[in-house]
């Protein structure tokens, strides 16, 4: 593992932008697999700012995202499909065959995700896959207790990701149960993987990482075993440790 320490969450989010920009640069045709949430929020903006005041040629890029919620539909404001086009998509006006999320709207979740694991192996593997880490270890919605040969996959949320959720929804109870997401199998073929980690809760994730051995009881762990993982994470999540 690659370790990046970064002043602050602004530094951070600069400088991953800058890595994700230069990755595309040098190779114009590739496939990016994509987390959401707060933390790589900051770093997708920065990406967009980087590619308005030095247009790239986006026509090779091709995303995956890692996961979705189930029963939102694609315009619901919590949905991952409406976080993308909001962050991401529009922004670099990127066309709708250039990108791929589970359908979280659909009378058949598990069919879904087995379309969704054959689209991946079909295009071919992910060049690059950004990753944040929960607050149980979890990457994607791998829970605790994920097999690492696990393949994408419906899901059901642990409790303690409902709640670190619950922030985006009106109360607790409107955090879908379940998601369909990646497993931690096809996280792992993918060529290099950027792992970002910020803010004081993730502290204990982020020693818990770099300090344990590879187990089922952490899902981040396996990422002991890939040859090419970078992490970011700032001085203030860093040194608490």
Excluded: W
């Excluded at 496939?31 to 790239?56: D, M, Q, S």
């Amino acid at each position: 593992m690659h370790i990046h320490v970064l002043k602050n969450t602004s530094e951070l989010a600069q400088y991953v932008a800058q890595q994700m920009y230069q990755h595309i640069l040098e190779r114009s045709t590739t496939r990016i697999g994509f987390a959401t949430g707060e933390t790589p929020k900051e770093t997708y903006n920065c990406l967009v700012n980087y590619v308005k005041h030095a247009p790239l040629n986006l026509n090779g890029v091709e995303t995956f995202n890692l996961d979705e919620y189930i029963d939102l539909s694609p315009a619901h404001p919590n949905s991952y499909h409406y976080y993308m086009d909001q962050y991401v998509f529009s922004p670099l006006k990127l066309s709708y065959d250039q990108t791929h999320i589970p359908r979280g709207n659909t009378n058949n979740s598990t069919y879904e995700a087995e379309h969704y694991e054959h689209l991946i192996k079909e295009h071919g593997p992910i060049h690059l896959q950004v990753l944040g880490l929960g607050i149980n270890g979890h990457i994607g919605f791998n829970e605790p207790g994920t097999e690492f040969s696990s393949r994408t996959r419906v899901v059901e949320l642990a409790p303690s990701t409902r709640q670190a959720n619950s922030k985006h929804f009106a109360s607790n109870e409107k955090v879908p149960t379940h998601a369909i997401t990646m497993g931690l199998g096809t996280i792992m073929e993918s060529e290099k993987i950027f792992l970002l980690v910020q803010g004081a809760d993730k502290t204990p994730a982020l020693h818990e990482l770099l300090h344990s051995s590879p187990t089922q009881n952490f899902p981040a762990s396996i990422l002991h075993s890939h040859p090419n993982v970078h992490i970011f994470t700032t001085e203030s999540t860093m040194y608490k440790l």
